[in-house]
């Protein structure tokens, strides 16, 4: 079982929509949880972060994360075509421990 | 954000050949580095990881004396594969931490093709 698992789809959906991404994980250390997106050839860029459970809101992004089920998710609202991208889950204990990413799951947000 | 860079972006090498990928974070010290590589549609596979001044920890099954990787200073790490072979054509990414667990902050990637 890998400690970190996402569907990599694709997921396909109408510019407009609600976008519901997820990954669920093994570890209870990990503390940090993070999403990346990620455009073809071209490195990730830092998303969000969040720190142990919770929500947290940045415009059209909304990270949470339920340590209790050990399942995050990233929505995005009013999705765009620019948001086609891959988006990667990332997870870790912190402390010099490395950081765990998901599989990632590739995005197209029709026009 | 915070600016890694890459270069080249991309290579094409001929088999047996060496290639060298410099990483440099342009506007924060990095203390610690991490190489991955990616293939196509797949994720992150973490090569290494580098402290400045100090022997980079190599991953289990990442060969160590033909990925060679230097840091030398906070600012600069380097990747150099040795006796490429067209099975190390893939997409080479490196980042920095900015100090904080959480913060990565990726380079744009080199694309090395080894022919």
């Known amino acids: 079982q890998k400690e970190v698992e996402q569907d990599p789809g694709p997921l396909s959906v109408p510019e407009g929509a609600i976008v519901s991404l997820n990954c669920t994980y093994s570890?209870?250390?990990?503390?940090?949880f993070m999403w990346y997106r990620q455009y073809s050839r071209k490195g990730p860029e830092l998303l969000m972060y969040?720190?142990?459970?919770g929500n947290k809101e940045d415009g059209r992004f909304t990270a949470q994360v339920d340590k209790s089920s050990k399942y995050i998710s990233l929505f995005i609202r009013d999705s765009q075509p620019s948001d086609s991208a891959t988006y990667l889950c990332?997870?870790?204990?912190?402390?010099?421990?490395?950081?765990?990413f998901g599989a990632g799951t590739r995005l197209f947000v029709k026009a | 954000g915070a600016v890694v860079s890459q270069h080249p972006s991309w290579v094409i090498c001929k088999s047996g050949t060496s290639v060298k990928i410099e990483c440099r974070s342009l506007?924060?010290?990095?203390?610690?580095m991490f190489w991955y590589r990616q293939f196509p549609k797949q994720s992150l596979m973490l090569m290494a990881t580098?402290?400045?001044?100090?022997?980079?920890?190599?991953e289990q099954g990442v060969e160590k004396d033909k990925f060679l990787i230097n840091h030398a200073s906070l600012t600069l790490s380097t990747l150099t594969v040795t006796s490429a072979h067209p099975e190390d054509s893939s997409f080479y990414i490196c980042?920095?931490?900015?100090?904080?667990?959480?913060?990565?902050?990726f380079g744009p990637g080199t694309r090395l093709t080894v022919t």
């Open positions: 990332a997870m870790t204990r912190g402390g010099g421990f490395k950081t765990i």
């Open positions: 570890n209870s250390a990990f503390q940090y």
């Open positions: 969040t720190y142990s459970s």
């Open positions: 506007d924060f010290q990095a203390t610690t």
């Open positions: 580098s402290n400045e001044g100090s022997k980079a920890t190599y």
């Open positions: 980042s920095g931490n900015g100090g904080s667990a959480y913060e990565q902050y």
